[in-house]
């Protein structure tokens, strides 16, 4: 199978860190990891800019997804799992990061102000996150039958915490049927939707794309012919009730279901939920977990309230997560840094 070159972005070599460089070049280095940070249909809706003693953080509100995310809660959450992985880099190379997050307001496109902090020795605890990066996938496929550590998710829960967000657990038989119950409602609300559909199809790519971004056939567990005529036959038909019986077999095979929320539902919890959510899928997959997302009752505002009453807890879900263990999966594609990095 053909893939994009772009797949090796993902293994940016550390001992080309310009550490004798300025500021701006160290940053600069740094931005190759951030952008290996996962996003909504994978837009990477993310721009930087460095200055003399510092990187700028911007939404690229161009890459939003208009149909699925107009509000662009995902796009920034996106852009919080970017910056999540940024200070992660900083870390292991030996830096405390000194983040001001929105220094121009809530609503501005300029979502984060990093410098480079004190020389620090990273924790052992750093160094495994940090190589857990190039490994990190939207795994789609079936998962084992395995149960997933006690332990390792209360460690998961504890990490959303630390960053502002909480993670909650889609327990028992009942709460998961109630759950699967609202991706399907979501599949048939979505892909009733020619816009949807339009919009869905625009990011998906054939397994030789040549794009830096969007969601290759073998991302979707699709065949090379599939991957080709997929998008034109997702524009013109409705696909939602075969797409619901493959989300159901995905959950049923699924140890772990849970929610990702924040107290609050404005652009700094939204930033927080991309910072708790990419310390959550580097933590699992440095213990061999994946993960990938059924964020169809987060998606529509009348079943995200559902979802909410369903949960039981105070505050706003912002995405639907699966883990478990599986197959090894191939990365998708990235931008170059001369796309994202100015």
């Not at 524009?235 to 609050?264: C, E, M, W, Y």
């Amino acid at each position: 199978m053909k893939k994009d070159p772009s797949v090796s972005l993902w293994y940016p070599d550390e001992a080309c860190f310009p550490r004798a460089g300025d500021v701006a070049e160290r940053l600069g280095f740094l931005v190759r990891y951030a952008v290996l940070a996962p996003s909504s249909h994978n837009t990477q809706p993310w721009r930087f800019e460095t200055r003399e003693d510092a990187l700028e953080l911007y939404a690229d509100r161009s890459r939003g997804l208009r149909v699925v995310d107009p509000e662009q809660r995902e796009l920034v959450i996106s852009c919080g799992a970017a910056l999540y992985y940024l200070r992660l880099a900083l870390k292991h190379f030996g830096y405390r990061p000194i983040v001001q997050v929105f220094p121009a307001g809530e609503r501005s496109d300029f979502l984060a102000l990093v410098r480079i902090g004190p020389e620090a020795a990273p924790t052992p605890w750093e160094k495994e996150m940090f190589r857990a990066i190039p490994t990190r996938r939207t795994n789609r496929k079936p998962f084992k039958a395995l149960d997933v550590p006690i332990a390792l998710i209360e460690d998961l829960s504890d990490l959303a915490s630390a960053e502002g967000a909480w993670l909650n657990l889609v327990r028992g038989e009942f709460g998961r049927d109630a759950v699967m119950n609202l991706v399907t409602a979501g599949n048939r609300v979505q892909y009733a939707n020619p816009a949807f559909r339009r919009e869905l199809a625009s990011w998906m790519r054939p397994h030789d794309t040549k794009a830096g971004d969007g969601i290759p056939g073998y991302g979707l567990g699709m065949g090379d012919l599939t991957a080709r005529v997929g998008p034109l036959v997702l524009r013109h038909f409705n696909l939602g009730r075969g797409q619901a019986s493959k989300d159901r077999r995905l959950v049923d095979g699924s140890p772990i279901l849970a929610v990702l929320g924040t107290r609050d539902d404005e652009p700094p919890d939204w930033l927080a939920a991309g910072q708790g959510l990419a310390a959550i899928l580097l933590l699992a997959r440095a213990n061999g977990v994946w993960a990938s997302f059924l964020n169809q009752p987060v998606e529509v505002p009348q079943l995200r309230r559902k979802l909410t009453d369903l949960l039981g807890t105070d505050g706003f879900p912002q995405l639907l997560l699966r883990m478990g263990y599986g197959e090894e999966v191939h990365p998708t594609p990235r931008r170059s840094l001369e796309e994202v990095l100015t």
